[in-house]
């Protein structure tokens, strides 16, 4: 092998290690896939005097799974999981839309800004009770939340009274509707993942929330507030959810409490591993969740334009889901390896890449020691 | 339990109420004694009669098989949220198998619970091979499964087979004038299967010795490869027969059955006592679980006043009380298990 192969090498090595390249590889491979069904698939266009094409439905559609995905990628940080975060998003537009509804002038700004107000201080609450039952009752994090994601959903059909609420306003409209041409939801979900992005990379917040994943005990030892840190960021996921709800009953122009946010708990988890963060907490990826609830929104709208029949869109959607899951997982990966090139992949340990890479327990503790190639890796 | 000393000072007597208290198997005491004061209320109140809780077996047979498959994956430290789907998979691979294709009753019964148990295989293969998180590897088995009962049929087909309608219409009779429906009665037969499996059996202390260190557990060269994959197949059986009893029950199949059924069955183990962490429960505990709830759903009913979501709200502030009952009550006695 001639020095210059090598280095090639370990070039391409390297970049199939960094975290972000086999989320983006799938996200454009998706993406690319659609233009032989719609040629048309990357062009956008002008009409009623906002933009339109098939990428800003992502874009627009996307604001719900982005907003969620991002709050659940800081729980699952912390080692955490919120399944509440469905129920979160009906109570939130249950309580603005029934404020709305239940007014005189419904296109009244303060009306709306308060009953924006009311719905995202609920949300909080909620948020309060599952940190607190995580971080002071001690309840492992998938009953905590097992709880509200139960109870949540009749307190919202409590506060619709079982119907679907239908609101006019027009400035709540605008919330789910566009902005300058451009759908509101993407400049929402641009200040949350700014704000997320800057509070845990420009400052100590995000290491102390890894930190508080790795080994809670430990970090409480070390002098980090670990119960805070879990507190701060079950709210931080309730609020999300509750902006998430509120967009959701603003673009429908009205709240389904059976309906809002069903199942949005799953998508979000789905998106945060599939954007690199392991469930088992301890390190987390911002733009991995991005693209993670890009992807999977990709994947509705794929499914949509490319006409597979209704019936057979959750067979397609579980089938991708399962070969993103293998793609991501280094085992797969080590067996396929091992399988194409018999001999070659021996004794070459693949780096902690994946959602489970080095966390998860592994049964062969000598294969999966650091070997010196995954050290030179700057992660 | 005593621990070895090496000083030569005898060790302080533990008093007998702090034994009792630190006892992990309190929290299915506290169940039971809760069930039972939950149903002596229900009794003042509504004069319910001896067949009652013999009724509490008959609608909530299909969610106690269900709950046994889940105690076994969550034993292990997993956990399953395919039931549901799998559960209405069966009953649409029922319902095709019997009216489209003219299929045994038999002979569907055992391509059902194959086609169950060959899907939890596969979730298993996919946890312990390729190391995707079960949460993950079972929340893509819930899409795979209700999208396929959603390709089989699109609507809900009604059995009306001779059999089948003489089968679920088959009632034990119990001393006292009340009886039992053959679903119930496959219920308390896989409860107490399971109990046997768990307790008696190598298989169900290899369940036991995963959840509780699964690293340790292979050390000790228990095949958890095996195990494993054996308990998520048997998770998928369980949902499969779930689902036949099911069938029994709404007597079609029905592509949009049990819906979310996996978090009844999973708020059922946990009620019960089982850590969602692995290694300690009991299915019996399970077993009491899902009859809490389906009082709930009796007295909620009886009350006639009272609206639909009152149930969910009443399902989750219970499973609120019990998990603090249970911390409070075992929070010294066991280590803090996250």
Known sequence: MTALARIRQRDWRSLTRQQLFWPLLILVALLLFNLPFTPNFFSIGVRNGHLYGSLVSILYFGTVPILVALGMTLVIATGGIDLSVGAVMAISGAIACRLISHAADQNSVSLVLEAMGLALLASLAAGLFNGLMVARAGVQPIVATLILMVAGRGIAQLITSGFILTELSKPYGVLGGYAATVPTGVFIVIGFVAVAAVLTRRTALGLLVESVGGNAEASRLAGVRAQRIKVMVYLFCALCAGVAGLWNSSSLGGADANNAGLWIELDAILAVVIGGTPLTGGRFSISGTVVGALILQTLKTTIFTIGIPAQANMVFEAVVVIIICLLQSTDFRRRVARLLRPGAARGRPVGPVGPDGPTAPDQRPAQAAVSPESVEIPS | ?338
């Open chain 2, 1 to 338: 339990m005593t621990t070895a000393k090496i000083d030569a000072r005898p060790a302080a007597p533990v008093p007998v109420w702090t034994r009792l208290l630190r006892d992990p198997r309190l929290p299915i005491v506290v169940t039971a004694a809760l069930l039972v004061v939950m149903y002596a209320y229900g009794s003042y109140r509504y004069s319910f009669d001896q067949q009652v809780p013999a009724n509490l077996l008959i609608n909530n047979s299909y969610l106690i098989v269900a709950a046994v498959g889940a105690t076994f994956v969550i034993l292990t430290g997993g956990i399953d949220l395919s039931i549901g789907s799998l559960v209405g998979f069966s009953t649409v691979l029922t319902g095709l198998l019997v009216t489209k294709n003219h299929v045994p009753v038999g002979l569907a019964a055992v391509v059902v619970l194959v086609a169950g148990a060959l899907g939890g295989l596969l979730m298993g293969c996919m946890i312990q091979y390729f190391r995707v998180p079960p949460f993950i590897a079972t929340l893509a088995g819930l899409f795979l499964f209700r999208g396929l009962s959603l390709m089989l049929s699109k609507e809900s087909i009604p059995i009306n087979d001779k059999t089948v309608a003489s089968i679920a219409q088959f009632h034990i009779s119990l001393p006292g004038g009340a009886f039992l429906s053959v679903g119930a009665t496959v219920a308390l037969v896989v409860v107490a299967l399971a109990v046997f499996v768990l307790h008696y059996t190598r298989f169900g202390r290899q369940v036991y010795a995963i959840g509780g260190n699964e690293q340790s557990a292979l050390l000790m060269g228990l095949p958890v490869a095996r195990t494993k994959i054996a308990v998520y197949a048997l998770s998928g059986f369980c949902s499969a027969l779930s689902g036949l009893v099911f069938v029994l029950y709404i007597q079609s199949g029905d592509p949009r059955a049990a819906i979310g059924m996996e978090l009844d069955a999973i708020a059922a183990v946990v009620i019960g006592g089982t850590l969602l962490t692995g290694g300690f429960g009991y299915v019996l505990g399970s077993l009491l679980g899902v009859l809490v709830i389906g009082l709930i759903k009796t007295i909620i009913s009886d009350e006639g006043t009272l609206s639909s979501w009152w149930i969910k709200i009443g399902t989750g502030a219970l499973l609120l009380l019990f998990i603090l009952l249970q911390r409070t009550v075992t929070a010294r006695g066991t280590r803090t298990t996250r």
